[in-house]
């Protein structure tokens, strides 16, 4: 089955610097991706869409200038984390899928767990 | 419009019993329904998703039970095991766009 890696898994970095997460899809191509938060014990709440070879779309309230995110080919999004601070601290999670507009199963990655101290 | 409404919020069930997790939905425009099942430290794992077209869907101890004209969905697990213990969430997303809008999460905890 389609699967998608997510790298590192869990990172812990210092007040002020940024961190990149990378997403890739393994067996397949993805044109599109997509990067969740979660915090404990709640939903996920989708941060942007990345699109291959264009810019983000970002949801509403999310700050595209703290999180950077590059999708630079077909199997690889990046989402960057600029000037962390500990209220970044959460899981965040990427999933990639089929054909736009198909409907297509979303497979997530493992996530990845950030700590900012 | 954008919410999916899931419940209960948590769910204890003893072995063999049967789980049922509900939601709702309120955009009309949502056509693709599917299930995560997600254990602690991991990203979701798709179980099994249902399109409006059909009122129930089965894979294994698993059905999706679909009522188009209420704007809900459920998800029946079947002689539950303690392997099943884990947090699932229902969403729902359009044709026309594969982002996914997650509901809130139940946590299903299954006893011997």
């Known amino acids: 089955g389609a699967v998608v890696s997510q790298h590192p898994s869990w990172v812990i970095c210092k007040s002020g610097t940024s961190v990149k997460i990378e997403c890739r899809s393994l067996?397949?191509?993805?044109?599109?991706m997509f990067w969740y938060r979660q915090f404990p014990k709640q939903s996920l709440m989708l941060m942007a869409t990345?699109?291959?070879?264009?810019?983000?779309?970002?949801e509403q309230g999310v700050e595209k200038d703290k999180f950077l995110i590059n999708h630079a080919s077909l199997t690889l999004s990046t989402l960057t984390v600029t000037s962390a601070h500990p209220e970044d601290s959460s899981f965040y999670i990427c999933?990639?899928?089929?054909?736009?507009?198909?409907?297509?199963?979303?497979?997530f990655g493992n996530g990845t767990r950030l700590t900012v101290t | 419009q954008q919410q999916v409404k899931q419940s209960p919020q948590s769910l204890i069930v003893q072995k063999g019993g049967i789980s049922i997790i509900n939601c709702a939905y309120e955009?009309?425009?949502?056509?693709?329904f599917p299930w995560y099942q997600q254990f602690p430290g991991k990203g979701p794992a798709l179980l099994i998703a249902i399109r409006p077209d059909v009122s129930e869907k089965k894979e294994g101890r698993f059905t999706i039970s679909f009522n188009k004209s209420a704007k809900q969905f459920s998800l029946h697990i079947m002689d539950s095991q303690p392997g099943d213990s884990a947090t699932y969430f229902c969403?729902?997303?359009?044709?026309?766009?594969?982002?996914?809008?997650f509901g809130t999460g139940t946590r299903l905890q299954v006893f011997p």
């Open positions: 067996d397949f191509q993805a044109t599109t």
């Open positions: 955009n009309t425009a949502f056509d693709y």
């Open positions: 999933s990639a899928g089929g054909e736009r507009g198909n409907n297509s199963p979303l497979h």
């Open positions: 990345s699109n291959e070879g264009s810019k983000a779309t970002y």
């Open positions: 969403a729902a997303s359009s044709y026309n766009t594969d982002k996914l809008i």
